[in-house]
Every structure is written in C-alpha cells, then in structure tokens.
C-alpha cells in the first residue's frame, strides 16, 4: 500500500468514526459498509479511488536539496570539525596559557562540538522518508516528527556560541585589562553551561509541535494500524 493510499484511508475511517453518530440510517450504512469486501468503495463517496499524489517541481527540487545537497555539505562539515578538534587537543594547546587563551581554546572546541551534532542530525535526511506512513513506530517517523526541533537546538547553541565568542573577543581588543581579570576557563564553562541549557529550554515549545498518530482499524477483524505523523500547531 502506498503512502497516499494509506492516508487515504486512514482519512475515511477517522471521517466516517467522526459522522457514525449522527443518526441511525448513518449507523446502518456504517455497520453496512463494515461488513463489505471493498474499503474503496465506501470511500468513493468522499476521495475519488483514483486519485494519486504527484509532487510538483518545487517539491522535487526541495527534495532533492535536502536529501542530497546538505547531506554532502553536512559531510564536510563533520570532517572539518573533526579536524578542529584534534588541532585544539594537541598537547601545545593543553600547556598551560592565558585566561583569554583558554577561554578561545574551550569556546572553538564547544563550537565545534555543536557543529558536529547540528551536522550528525542533518545526515538522516539522506535515508528517511519526511512524512512516512508506517504500521509500526520507527525512526524514520520519530525523525519526522521530532529531527526539526534537535536541528535546531544544536542550530541555536552554535549560532549563541559564536556571539559569546565576538563577544569575549570584544572585550579582549577594546578593554583588555578588565578582559584579562574576567574572562578564563570558568566562564568559559558557565558561558558553554548556561547557552546549551537556554537553546533547550527554548526549543522545548518545538517538541511538542507534532505528534505521533495512530489510525484506528477499520473494523475488528481488520488488526491493520497506521501511524503517521500529525501537525498539532
């Protein structure tokens, strides 16, 4: 069963639950329509049994963008990432150093920490389906419903570790003095602490966004449950 198929279905029965109790001639029809062989024809009144989905040039593109194009991106982000990390951990770096120095080293290393997990969560696009229609919860309709809300919280705390960083570079050029009292490795892990604890709590409204739905069977002989993914606001 196709995607479209299923929801469409899925569609009916969830409408013809909503309307059974309407009136005894519905109910009638209803328990009728539960007894046939042929689910099409009871939908035939609502979805025309023939339509099928056929995405339009934009969707292809947008598809294709994100399934293929960010993915690679998101490849070479991991691997210069990776390659900032070991640079920064050498042991030159670990000798000891200024107050202001630690705190680029730490900041650079928690940034690209946060790039390579905005970039980690992006790489399921490159194999799971956006809105898949499945008979059993699976990741691919986790991805779907909750991937958007961790993108972007790792999103967001690379994008405050940057500024926390411009901003300790700041007070480094314009008032360095004050700079070199206050800022060290301490900050460094309280800015680090006190930025990722904000992205989460910010994002937590995103978490709740979507859902995941299941569309009762049809009747009790029929055991066949679809879930999918469904948009709450």
Not at 43 to 67: G, M
Not at 72 to 82: D, Q
Request: net charge neutral; glycine share 4%; charged share 15%.
């Amino acid at each position: 069963m196709s995607q479209w198929d299923a929801m469409r279905e899925c569609f009916c029965v969830l409408w013809f639950r909503i309307n059974m109790s309407g009136s005894n001639e519905q109910h009638l029809d209803l328990k009728a329509a539960n007894n046939s062989t042929s689910f099409n024809n009871l939908c035939s009144s609502l979805l025309d049994s023939t339509t099928t989905y056929s995405p339009s040039h934009a969707n292809i593109v947008e598809e294709f963008l994100y399934t293929r194009v960010v993915v690679a991106i998101c490849c070479f982000g991991l691997l210069g990432n990776a390659i900032n990390l070991v640079v920064l951990s050498a042991k030159r770096y670990q000798t000891p150093s200024g107050r202001m120095q630690q705190f680029a080293r730490i900041g650079l290393m928690a940034l690209a920490v946060a790039d390579s997990l905005f970039c980690l969560s992006i790489l399921p696009h490159a194999f799971v389906e956006r809105d898949p229609v499945t008979d059993s919860v699976n990741f691919s309709l986790v991805f779907s419903a909750y991937g958007e809300p961790v993108i972007n919280v790792f999103a967001m705390i690379g994008t405050w570790l940057t500024v926390a960083m411009a901003t300790g570079r700041y007070a480094a050029v314009c008032h360095p003095f004050q700079a070199r009292a206050a800022i060290g490795r301490t900050v460094a892990l309280r800015t680090i602490a006190a930025v990722s604890s904000a992205c989460v709590v910010f994002n937590v409204p995103r978490f709740f966004r979507n859902t995941i739905e299941k569309c009762p069977p049809w009747s009790e002989a029929d055991n066949q449950v679809v879930y999918f993914r469904s948009v709450l606001f």
